[in-house]
T-cell receptor
Framework: GEQVEQRPPHLSVREGDSAVITCTYTDPNSYYFFWYKQEPGASLQLLMKVFSSTEINEGQGFTVLLNKKDKRLSLNLTAAHPGDSAAYFCAVSGTQVVGQLTFGRGTRLQVYA | DTTVKQNPRYKLARVGKPVNLICSQTMNHDTMYWYQKKPNQAPKLLLFYYDKILNREADTFEKFQSSRPNNSFCSLYIGSAGLEYSAMYLC?????????????FGEGTRLSVL
């Protein structure tokens, strides 16, 4: 079945610096890709969803890149601030099983002033 | 209310005793999921209900039961808890027909088995 590798497991950056989290997956039929953010004691909050074969999506302060050729998904926080400190999870699913997600192990991001 | 609610938030159980975790949503989502998350591991899908049809993952088939008495509620049942069941249990829901819709997660129930 699908396997998702997420790196790094821990990341510490200074406020204003960028932070990059990367996931690689194995199933070439994977179609739906998600990034979730989890703050301490809170639920997994959807950060971004990506569907196209090669796509850059931009949100508030972050960019998501999907490269289906390399089976790689990345999350780039362009100018991190302390409020970004949280755990981040990538998740992948196929077209027939959209809600059945295969997650990465997560990245714990710490942004310090 | 567009949230998924889980009860209790924390659960302490004895080895060998049953455990019942509850999840509810009022968004009329047709599909509800249960994931298990252990420290330093990825959340892992245990089972899901599409309407009244239960689908359990092959490797956890005998370890977990579930029921969905109506569209809003879904339970996760452990008949005899073992130490290995200690984990965070996450419930999620979505509508199956909306392919662009990401599962919406609850805050989770942290189960500690002693």
């Amino acid at each position: 079945g699908e396997q998702v590798e997420q790196r790094p497991p821990h990341l510490s950056v200074r406020e204003g610096d960028s932070a990059v989290i990367t996931c690689t997956y194995t199933d070439p039929n994977s179609y739906y890709f998600f990034w979730y953010k989890q703050e301490p004691g809170a639920s997994l909050q959807l950060l971004m969803k990506v569907f196209s074969s090669t796509e850059i999506n931009e949100g508030q302060g972050f960019t998501v890149l999907l490269n289906k050729k390399d089976k790689r998904l990345s999350l780039n926080l362009t100018a991190a601030h302390p409020g970004d400190s949280a755990a981040y999870f990538c998740a992948v699913s196929g077209t027939q099983v959209v809600g059945q997600l295969t997650f990465g192990r997560g990245t714990r991001l710490q942004v310090y002033a | 209310d567009t949230t998924v609610k889980q009860n209790p938030r924390y659960k302490l159980a004895r080895v060998g005793k049953p455990v019942n975790l509850i999840c509810s949503q009022t968004m009329n989502h047709d599909t509800m999921y249960w994931y298990q998350k252990k420290p330093n591991q990825a959340p892992k899908l245990l089972l899901f209900y599409y309407d009244k049809i239960l689908n359990r993952e092959a490797d956890t088939f005998e370890k977990f039961q579930s029921s969905r008495p109506n569209n809003s509620f879904c339970s996760l049942y452990i008949g005899s808890a073992g130490l290995e069941y200690s984990a965070m249990y996450l419930c999620a829901s979505r509508n199956r027909g909306e392919n662009n819709q990401a599962p919406l997660f609850g805050e989770g129930t942290r189960l500690s088995v002693l």
